[in-house]
Every structure is written in C-alpha cells, then in structure tokens.
C-alpha cells in the first residue's frame, strides 16, 4: 500500500499555545490550508492539564484548560484544521513529513513547517537520582495527567523536588488529589517563585521548604517509601513519602528537529533560529517552548504570533536574512533564544541564569565591542530574565559571535 | 491454559515442577511442553514471568568465543547461541546481528587480544580477526582516542531478553503448562517419591523437581540438604541513553578483561538505545537492585572514555540486575537422581544465550533419572510482536492501520506505541500484572518522557482492563 500524500501550505507540527496561535494568524491572514497536527487527542498541549489560574490576560484572567480551549476554538475559527491524535513520525523530505493515526498513514508536504513541539521535564533517569525503581514517581506533567484529566489515585505523602513556579503548581496538584505535600527540595538558597507563592506554601499549607539540599536516593521496593536527601553542609535524612514529584528542569522534545538534521543551539538543546524563529533549513521555522525550555503559555503564543509574520514574509517570497551571526552566553547564564541575530532583529530575548545574583550586569559584546550594558535587579535560576532587543541594529553581520555575558557581585 | 495468580495451588501431583520462572526456567518448562503426557507446573515467587536477572541484563546474544574452554558453560553457550538465533528469527524476537569489538586502550589489553582470539578457538569459534586503530576509527568514528586495536567477533548480537523469556513461557502455557504466579516456594518435603513444596499459596506436590530459582538456587538447593555452591549477588548497574544516541555506535564495545577487572561495555540494545554498564560489585543482598551515585559516577567516566559524544545525550533509564554469581566459573547444574531433583545454578550472563541449550541438557538429565517422558510433539511456533527498532512497529505498516485503526492511534509517542499493541498485550496468553511487565511487552512508558506525555494515558489503559 503506497502512503497517500496531502499537500497544503504551512503545517504546524504541535497544537499547544505556540502552534495553535501560529495556525490561528495564519489562516486569519488569508492562507487557505494550514494544517496543525497534535499526536494528543486533544488540542492544547501542557496548558490542557495545568488546572490553575494565571492564562490569558489581566482583564480577562483564565485557567489551563479555558486558554487551551480559547486557543483551539480561534484556530478552528479563522480556518485552520486541527488533527488530533495524530503524529509526525519522521521527515519525508525537506518540507514533507510521514503522519499516522487512527486514519492511516500519510505524508503531508507543506510550503512551510513550523515546528511546535513543546518541552518535557527531565524524568528521574534523566537526572541520575541513584535508588531503587518503585512506583510513585512522578513528573509535574504526568501528575497532572493523571490527577486533573484521569482522576487517578496518587499515593497520600509526596515530595515535590524543586522550588520553582511549576514546583508549586505540582504541590497544588498534590492537594488537589488529596495527598499531603510533606516536603518541598531545592537545591538552591532559596525558593524561586514569587514571594507570596513561596509565603503562601510555607504559612497556609505548613509545606517546609528544604533549601540547599539534593535528592541523593529514592528507596522502597515496590511503591515508593521514601526519599534520602543531603544538605550542602553534610547532613542526610530520609523522608518517608510513597510519591515522589520531579519538577522543572525541562529539555525540548526535539526529535523531529534532531532527525531533520537542523542546527541545534548548545545552550536550548532546541532548534537555533533568528529573531524570525527561522530554523537552519528554509522553510522550516520553530516556536514555544521547543525553543527556550521553558517559558509561560503566553510567551509560546507570542512566539506562534511572531512565527506566523515570518512564515507569511516567506510564502510572499521574502529572502531569508542570510547573514545571522550565533548568539552565544557565558555561564552563569544557561541558554538564550533566539540563539542566532540579524541587524534589525526587533523581538525581546529570553535567557536563564544558573546563578543567583543581586544587582547583576548584563552586556551583550561582539569582536570586544559593547553593544548593550543594563542593570538587573536581580537573576535568580529557574526564571526568566529578558533582553530588549535595541542593540542588534549595532550587529556587523559579518563579524564573529555575539556574547552575552552576567556579571554579579 | 492456565495461569494462576491467587488462591490454593491444584492439589493433585505433577510430574515436573520448575520453581523459577526465568529465561532458564521458562526455557525448560518449554521443552517438558513438548511431552504432552507429562503434567508441568512452572511455579514463580513474583507476579510475572522474567523478573529476576532475566530483565535486568545486557540483553547480549553471545558466540561464547571467551568462556572457559571445555566447560559445560561453553558447551551450552554455543548451542544455545545457534538456538536462540533460528527460535528467535520465527517468533519475533527482536535480534540484531551487529558484531563486537573488544578494544584494547592500553599495552596490556592489546597484549591480550591474541590470547582471546586463540581461546575463541578453543571454543570452537574462529571468525575473530584482530584490527589495527585505522579500521577500529574507521569502523567506529566516534570512539574516545587513545585505542591500539581490537578484536572483531562478528558473531556476537544483541537480543530481546524480555520477549525471549516470555516466548518460552506464551509457548509453554499454550501447550498445557500451568503457570502458578506469587507462589515463592519457603521449603520442600521429600518423601515418599513425592516433593512437597510449600508456598504462599499452600502446597504443590510433584513427583520430580527442578531448581531454576535464579539468585535463590542455593536457597532452594538447602532445603534439600545440598551446600554446593552459595549465590552471591553481583550487581550490575547499566545507563540507558536515548535513542537518538544510537548512531554512535555500529558494534558492541566490550571491554578487553584483566587481571584488574572486566571493565564496562557500550552497546546499542535491539530497541535502539544505547546501554553502558555494567558494574561489576559483590553484595550480599539480593533485593539490592538500586543504583548508586557511585556506580553511576564510574559508568560516566568509563563512557567518557570509550565514547565521549555519549555523556551529552540524554539518559533515557537506569537499572541495575544481580547474577548469580558462585563460587566458581562455571554453570552448576546437577542431578540428584535419590531425590528425583535437578539444581540449575550458577546460571550467569550467559543464561540467556543458552537458555535452550540448558533446557535439553535439563530434560535429558531427568530421563536419565527415570522420567519417561512419553512420545514428543513439535510445538505450535509462536509469534510474539516486536520490540525491535529495525522491525516496523505496527503503526508503521498501512496495512494493519487500515484493518485495525487502533494501531495508528499511539499512546506512548518516544517509543511509537499503540493502543492496539497496548489491547493485545493485555490480553496476551500471559499477561502483565502491572505496569512494568506492560512496558516489557510493549515498551509503554519505556521511552525518553518516562511517562511525562504518557504515563497517566498508559496506566488508564491498563486499570480501565481490569487488570
């Protein structure tokens, strides 16, 4: 049986907040098929399970699930198909992917792709926590899965590793399903959620946070029976616990950028793109959180507004801009996207320091010319810090890399 | 087809029992299949075939070209080796003939290559050849420097060892085995011509028994009055790294063993991850299957040498199996013809290669010992799916899409599974009693989110059945 072929004009691999405003601008543009793909049975991507406030906008606040929705129903709206349940396997060619689902197998060619394919938190494995390998172990995502969307039974006693804003949400999850949140671990000095979120945990719900401390070894045969953890200054306790959830430290799911051959930035473990969102291949563009792991819903959807431009721009017949020089950082900063820069480039960056810094100074330096200097209130790991995009007019394009660098006191 | 799961064990008295559901045990418990006279319970302490050693291994089909010479363990390795191969080939077990390299990274160890090549001999296999660096780095372009050679073993494969044992026990139940689960076996009476063996669930007799309990061999073998040997649990921590690290390697890499030690392996398994490991460290626990900082500290900085691109790719999972180590370098298995009993121990790495051999080598010790087995049957071949990455999952093949929509609907997305693989595992002639025998059926949940996107989809699916 030979694969049947479906052609259409840009598809967007990824219906989560970045692909589904991307598909949205699109078609309300005037494209006639812009075609998204999810391989979840629903539309949405991660904000689906995040039942919590803090989407949408000041005046018009909502919840995970309603922004999911709000977004969905914008891009069936303006005319673009969304195909859920369905997955990208593999390239087909340099614009053309391999799909299958319910439906059978297919390739789809497009005049341009947009890659759309979100972040996953580093799972256990991942972060080589030593132990035994019992049941209970979690990641924000799959707790939330399976508390708000399945109504599953978790366990009674959790552990929730990290200290950041997704952290926080995953100890509200844990509540939400009944289970006590025992203990809160950071390997950090100090929460790095807002003030009153960190207050609220430690004063309203009597969640300790351990600061400065690591998971050393999960224990128990079976279901999980409790966590070892270790200060930095030597000390080691066991908390008994039969859940324990990993947070954060998210990586881009990037297979589909990975097999397609297209450049990788070091620092993202995402595509590179310019400030275009164009990735090394023409054609080919990236957008959310597959791009900077990771940032609010409502930066992916930005980046879904800000790749529709573009992918517009170049089904017009626009030339790329060909010289695009890397944008690099120094440690203590992580990564920044986009990764690559154009003079002119006019979209804000976002970076993520591994460092806690007071009244830092961030300086962006090409071929030891100062292009940018400010003052930072302060940099903390784990949230984002932005960098206005004035500067990049003062790039040669012809010269070596851009180099972001902090320097704290 | 029986198998149990909870309740009193049948009262009446088998002809075989094998305690040990294992590669090994599942292997022989297959063979005795063949006899359709004889009555065979397979009697397992856990709730799944293959949860021993026989899932936490490096999954290598082994030649056998560096066992002792002249052991019975090299005997079996051979035959088992050819066995496996053509078993594997018509049941869908996943194999992929992909050839070793021992590298040698110092004077010494290239001064050992010759000495292998002529043990390989020994061991009546003669395909190795030594290489020089220049076609080492040609062949594996990503090795760390530094290597002075090594010896190609094109004969050595990587194998399914889940799919394996749980061939030998679909196979086994199919053709009238009873299969008795949660049944740990705490002591046998010998009397009368007849063993009584007492489990969690009540008492099982037989008329003859055969000891493949893996790490509790000499537990078992104590209950019968024999101190041959002591098992000593020697763990082995592995890495497993993603998929998409895969193409690092074209060989398995094994290590050249010294005086000073075996050294660690990289080797790409048959799903298409890469696997470093393992360690090599005596306990005395056999529960110990934990990872360690430590043991995982040493598997990085070994991998850092043998191939450096490998530390920045992801790690997918990590495990740890124990062998059945004994006191000496060889399989112990022995008959007992006073007590109609046959003790398999000392079954190390090598178990799963041989698995069939030690199955004859087993059935023919018992009819020797007076068993009349009665006439032979050839037994219905089996076809389990899969799991290998070079084999199109079902969601790959339009034709079964077509037929069965629920093979293009995939659940968990790393590892490209189905609900309809999902469906038929569960209700497979053995099925899963929990989520991790579902992964080893599947590979559900066995990829690089370790159920971040999956984990809730999958465990709904698995409740929802009622399992």
Redesign the interface.
């Known amino acids: 049986m030979t694969r049947p072929t479906r052609e259409v004009d840009v598809l967007v691999v990824g219906a989560g907040p970045a692909g589904l405003a991307a598909a949205a601008r699109l078609a309300a543009a005037g494209i006639a098929r812009v075609d998204v793909l999810d391989r979840e049975q629903h539309a949405g991507g991660v904000p689906r399970h995040c039942r919590h406030g803090g989407f949408g906008t000041w005046t018009h606040p909502l919840t995970g699930p309603a922004y999911a929705r709000l977004l969905h129903t914008a891009a069936v709206r303006a005319g673009a198909v969304v195909r859920t349940g369905t997955t990208a396997l593999d390239w087909a060619g340099p614009l053309a992917l391999d799909t299958v689902g319910p439906q059978g197998l297919e390739t789809v060619r497009a005049r341009a792709v947009v890659l759309a394919t979100g972040a996953r938190e580093r799972p256990r494995a991942a972060r080589l926590v030593p132990g035994t390998r019992p049941d209970g172990v979690y990641t924000t995502g799959e707790l939330q899965q399976a508390v708000h969307l399945y109504g599953q039974r978790i366990g009674t006693r959790a552990v929730v590793v990290g200290a950041e804003s997704v952290s926080y949400a995953a100890a509200d999850t844990v509540r939400a399903a009944g289970a006590q949140v025992v203990a809160m671990v950071t390997e950090l000095p100090v929460s790095q959620t807002t003030a009153v979120r960190a207050h609220d945990a430690r004063l309203r719900h009597r969640v300790p946070l351990l600061t400065d401390t690591t998971v050393t070894e999960l224990l128990g045969h079976g279901r999980l029976s409790g966590v070892r953890v270790r200060h930095r200054d030597g000390r080691s306790v066991q908390l008994a616990c039969d859940t324990v959830v990993f947070t954060g430290d998210f990586v881009p799911d990037h297979e589909l950028a990975r097999r397609g051959r297209l450049e990788l930035d070091p620092g993202t473990r995402g595509p590179a793109v310019d400030g275009a969102l164009h990735t090394s291949r023409p054609g080919v563009f990236a957008a959310g959180s597959l791009l900077h792991p990771v940032e609010s819903a409502a930066t992916a959807t930005r980046d879904g507004v800000r790749v529709a431009a573009a992918v517009l721009e170049s089904l017009a017949g626009a030339e790329r801009p060909r010289h695009t020089v890397p944008l690099l950082v120094e440690p203590p900063l992580r990564w920044i996207a986009p990764n690559r820069v154009a003079p002119g480039d006019g979209h804000p960056y976002v970076l993520r320091t591994s460092a806690l810094s007071k009244r830092p100074v961030l300086q962006v330096v090409q071929d030891g010319r100062v292009l940018h200097e400010e003052r930072l209130r302060a940099a903390v790991p784990n949230r984002t810090l932005t960098l206005t995009a004035g500067w990049t007019r003062l790039v040669d394009p012809a010269g070596g890399p851009v180099r972001v660098t902090l320097t704290g006191r | 087809m029986t198998v149990t799961l909870n309740g009193p064990l049948p009262s009446g008295s088998y002809d075989v029992a094998v305690v040990g559901a294992g590669v090994v045990g599942c292997a022989i418990a297959r063979e005795l299949a063949r006899r359709p006279r004889l009555r065979v319970a397979l009697v397992e302490a856990q709730d799944d075939v293959g949860q021993g050693t026989s899932k936490a291994n490096t999954a290598i089909l082994h030649t056998g070209f560096d066992a002792v010479p002249g052991s019975l363990e090299a005997r079996l390795v051979r035959e088992g080796a050819r066995r496996l191969a053509a078993y594997a080939g018509e049941s869908g077990i996943a194999v992929e003939p992909v050839g070793a390299l021992l590298v040698a990274w110092d004077e010494e160890q290239r001064a050992a290559l010759p000495h292998l090549a002529e043990k390989a001999v020994r061991n009546e296999y003669r395909a190795t050849r030594l290489i020089e660096p220049a076609e080492l780095y040609e062949r594996e372009p990503h090795l760390g420097p530094g290597a002075l050679g090594a010896l190609h073993v094109p004969g050595e494969s990587i194998v399914c060892p889940w799919t394996t044992t749980l061939a030998y026990a679909t196979q086994a139940v199919r053709h009238g085995v009873d299969l008795h689960l949660n049944s740990p076996v705490s002591d046998v009476n010998w009397h009368d011509g007849e063993h009584v063996l007492s489990t969690a669930r009540g008492t099982l007799r037989t008329r003859r028994l055969v000891n493949a309990a893996g790490l509790h061999a000499d537990t078992l073998d104590r209950h019968l009055g024999h101190r041959d040997f002591t098992v000593t649990p020697r763990r082995g921590q592995l ?2 790294f993603d998929k ?1 690290a895969r193409d690092l390697v074209h060989h398995i890499l094994l290590p050249v063993p010294t005086a000073r030690g075996k050294g660690v392996l990289v080797t790409p398994t048959v799903y298409g991850n890469l696997l470093l490991g393992p360690t090599a460290e005596d306990l005395d626990d056999k ?1 110990a ?5 430590e ?2 500290a040493l598997l990085r900085e070994s991998g850092a040498r043998i191939l450096p691109a490998l530390l920045d790719e ?6 740890a199996g124990l062998r059945a180590a004994t006191e000496q370098d060889d399989y112990r298995i022995t008959a007992h013809p006073e007590q109609a009993y046959v003790t398999v121990g000392g079954i190390r790495s090598t178990g799963l290669t041989a698995s069939l051999a030690i199955a004859s080598h087993v059935t023919a010790l018992l009819a020797d010992m007076g068993l009349d087995p009665g006439p032979a049957r050839d037994l219905e071949p089996v076809r389990m799916p899969n799991l290998g990455e070079t084999h199109p999952r079902p ?2 093949n ?2 079964r ?2 037929a069965d ?2 093979y ?3 659940v968990c ?1 790393c590892e ?1 599974v189905s609900r309809g693989e999902i469906r038929d595992a569960l209700a497979s002639t053995v099925p899963p009693r ?2 991790d025998g579902l992964r080893r059926r599947t590979r559900a949940r066995a990829g ?6 999956c ?3 999958v ?2 699916l698995f ?1 929802g059945a009622g399992a």
Do not use: D, K, W
């Open positions: 890495i497993v998409l529960r299957t934990g990872s360690t900082a043991g995982l992801e790690v997918t999972a990590v495990y969601h790959r339009a034709r899409v077509a929509p629920e293009g609907s995939l997305h490209g929990n989520l690089r989110c370790q159920g971040f996107y984990g809730a989809a465990r709904e409740e």
